[in-house]
């Protein structure tokens, strides 16, 4: 019998006051825990998952947030609680339980049948929902400092809050006459899907969509409604609900036959390994709420269990359905980064052998002598397998000094860690040809429409838009192995590129993640653009170098100032960026103020003529856009103790810097106004011959109003 099984069973039990809180809000709960035979001799642990945004309790300030009372039915025993906020360092205990707080017992034992509660005051909830948020307990009966976990521990459920946004998405590409559905849905003010809310929406251009009425009814927050659209491209479908409006992404319809645009998250966690909600509720979540095309769970190998790794592969199979959607089976290899570091794996073949870094979270070593410790020996394992890796940089940034072109041919440049453009750059300067995905890396329950909480991430998470003819495995894998796809930051941005060649006298067409024949050359590349806001730039690059630069006129007369800051700290522990930013503008007034790509663990505050802000980046982009009353006077601004002075009546759509550093920059300029129409852009480019290197990757960086941003695989020459 093991240690848990003999001893957990004389434990106790535990329950809560309460069955369902709000996401996000503050909620008074008393955990109440019944001593077993074995007693507590020397303390206990309150715990919550690593995933979890739950804040560190205090015990000092009853009138204060996260406060926790300590009581006990033998009032011969001292209490004392034990958290991050009153000296407690480092993880309360072994991944993924690592949050939460110690209730030591002194002055004597507790006995069976004694009681000890906790009662949560003024308890911020975890911003995310979740079926089954678990209080998990740990017991010291024999004061060894080796807690035994309770049999059961008591679960509540958090409901998503009252709805703040709504969305709407569509396919990027449909088919001309043909049926399609587009998801409409409400979220609250953290990103989840208003579960709880039944209604109609209405459908502005209903009759554009071969729609006969202007309502739709929804359940459970979101509908998925049929339509038909002709040749009006690109089209954007318009929603209301009781004063909130939304606009889609745009959609273009095509001919039969041609090259479509397909949606992926390739990179997130379930609670079977360190994320929220099960693998089965994520799936569920994504069919609903997401809308994308492709997807595969990534689960950190060291903590993968055999049955785990058995049912992704059944669900890769249940799942996948040509035509609808695609279900790959994968996880994370997870060595240290001086040993690879993070590799997503995907498998396209059903019944795949899993090579772990480690098994160090699993107690079942029968197969630990397949373990790989060196990503090189991993690349090396599978290259007999019909897979792919994908490096990326998270918790273990991905070692680049180690890679192989025939099993990695994609780096994820952005995902709820941040945005890793240096990664990307770094891979294309070492004469890597890989192309450019990006993910979410969700841990929230939430892939495919990832948000950002409480925790340690602060970016929202982006998505892959992966070009094929077809929406079936093989096609999807191979369209990914040769680099036809783009990465955003999660905006669904229609973008195109192609490239203009000769080969043998002949002019040739060259597509996104293509390699030109031996000595072919770029001459020039057309870009094609419709955002899901005003596109404000787009850049051409040569691997890590700027060689072009378009920014499309502003449409009308404006007086929106944008301010944006970004910069990251080259560390392989991947630490933010901090930034501590004042604006003081000497004659024009604030009017408005609208964030863009700021969450919650920024803080702003703001007077009719001045702005201060305290924010942390990890190479993503944030910023203002400030709507004032005249282009007069200056902006004068002090960033990380730099100032400068700048003239308001001199800015245009072209940024001025506010701020330089090695790896940072914030800059200042005119945006579009606020009911300025979203406008395909087309952009030609010829070539110079000082833009072309010996080793050359040409790729396309869009950057929107609203700061989101994509990315294209490069064309290699």
């Known amino acids: 019998m093991k240690y848990q099984d003999y001893y957990g069973a004389r434990l106790g039990s535990a329950t809560l006051s309460k069955k369902a809180v709000f996401a996000g809000q503050p909620a008074n709960i008393t955990l109440t825990y019944k001593a077993g035979e074995l007693g507590v001799s020397a303390g206990l642990k309150v715990l919550f998952q690593i995933s979890s945004d739950v ?11 996260n406060f926790v009372q300590l009581e006990s039915s033998n009032k011969n025993l001292k209490l004392e609680g034990y958290s991050r906020q009153n000296g407690l360092k480092g993880k309360v205990h072994e991944r993924p339980w690592t949050n939460g707080f110690i209730i030591f017992v002194k002055a004597g034992s507790l006995i069976k049948d004694q009681i000890i509660k906790v009662h949560f005051k003024n308890f911020r909830m975890q911003t995310y929902v979740e079926d ?57 003010k953290w990103g989840n899907p208003c579960s709880n809310v039944s209604g109609k929406f209405e459908i502005q251009n209903y009759k554009q969509l071969g729609l006969k009425n202007r309502t739709i009814n929804f359940s459970e927050g979101f509908v998925h409604t049929p339509a038909i659209l002709k040749a009006e ?11 909130l409006k939304a606009i889609s992404n745009p959609v273009y319809v095509l001919n039969p036959g041609n090259i479509q645009k397909y949606w992926a998250d390739l990179h997130w966690q379930s609670n079977e390994s360190v994320g929220t909600n099960t693998v089965d509720y994520c799936l569920d979540f994504i069919k609903k709420y997401a809308l994308i095309d492709v997807s595969c769970i990534q689960p950190n190998d060291f903590e993968l269990t055999n049955d785990f790794w058995h049912k992704i592969k059944q669900l890769a199979k249940r ?10 089976a994968g996880y994370e290899w997870s060595g240290e980064s001086v040993r690879g570091g993070d590799r997503n794996v995907l498998f396209l073949e059903e019944n795949p052998k899993i090579y772990r870094s480690s098994h160090a979270l699993l107690d079942d070593l029968s197969d630990a002598d397949q373990d790989l410790s060196v990503a090189t020996q991993l690349f090396s394992k599978l290259k007999k397998h019909q897979a792919l890796t994908i490096a990326h940089v998270g918790g273990r940034p991905a070692n680049l000094k180690m890679h192989d072109d025939s099993v990695e041919p994609l780096v994820e440049i952005h995902s709820d860690w941040g945005t890793f453009e240096w990664f990307y750059f770094d891979a294309l300067k070492r004469g890597y040809e890989v192309g450019v995905v990006a993910n979410s890396d969700n841990h929230n329950g939430r892939p495919g429409a990832s948000y950002p909480g409480f925790d340690i991430f602060d970016t929202a998470g982006g998505l892959t838009c992966i070009l094929a003819k077809k929406l079936d495995k093989k096609s999807i894998f191979q369209a990914l192995s040769k680099g036809h796809c783009y990465a955003t930051t999660g905006a669904r941005i229609n973008l195109d590129i192609e490239g203009i060649y000769h080969q043998n006298g002949q002019k040739k067409m060259a597509a996104i993640g293509e390699e030109l024949p031996s000595k072919s050359v770029l001459e020039s590349l057309k870009i094609s653009c419709t955002g899901t806001s005003p596109v404000e730039k787009i850049e051409i690059f040569n691997n890590d170098k700027i060689i072009y630069t378009e920014y499309p006129e502003l449409s009308g007369q404006s007086k929106l100032i944008k301010i944006s800051w970004q910069g990251y700290v080259p560390d392989s522990t991947n630490p933010p960026y901090p930034w501590n930013i004042n604006l003081a503008f000497s004659k024009a007034k604030i009017n408005n103020l609208q964030k863009m790509n700021i969450y919650h663990h920024t803080k702003i505050s703001q007077s009719n003529n001045g702005i201060q802000v305290t924010s942390e980046t990890n190479g993503n982009t944030q910023g203002l856009l400030l709507k004032v009353n005249e282009l007069e006077g200056k902006c004068k601004a002090v960033i990380n103790c730099k100032a400068v002075e700048v003239n308001l009546a001199k800015l245009s759509n072209v940024p001025k810097f506010l701020f330089q550093g090695a790896h940072a920059q914030a800059q200042i300029y005119m945006a579009n106004p606020e009911d300025a129409s979203i406008d395909p852009i087309k952009v030609t480019y010829d070539l110079k011959k000082s833009d072309i290197k010996n080793n050359n990757a040409v790729f396309v960086k869009v950057t929107q109003k609203d700061g989101q941003m994509a990315w294209t695989s490069p064309i290699f020459f």
């Open 55 to 65: 804040p560190d309790v205090q015990f000092d300030n009853p009138k204060g947030l």
């Open 132 to 188: 089954k948020f678990e209080f998990r307990l740990m017991v010291d009966p024999f004061s060894t400092d080796k807690y035994i976990k309770l049999p059961s521990s008591p679960t509540l459920q958090i409901l998503s809050d009252n709805p703040k946004k709504l969305k709407v998405i569509a396919p990027s590409t449909v088919t001309i006459n043909k049926p399609f559905k587009f998801l409409v849905k409400l979220e609250d």
């Open 233 to 243: 491209t690109p089209f954007f479908i318009e929603a209301s609900y009781s004063g």
């Open 319 to 328: 799942h996948t359905k040509n035509g609808e959607f695609v279900f790959f």
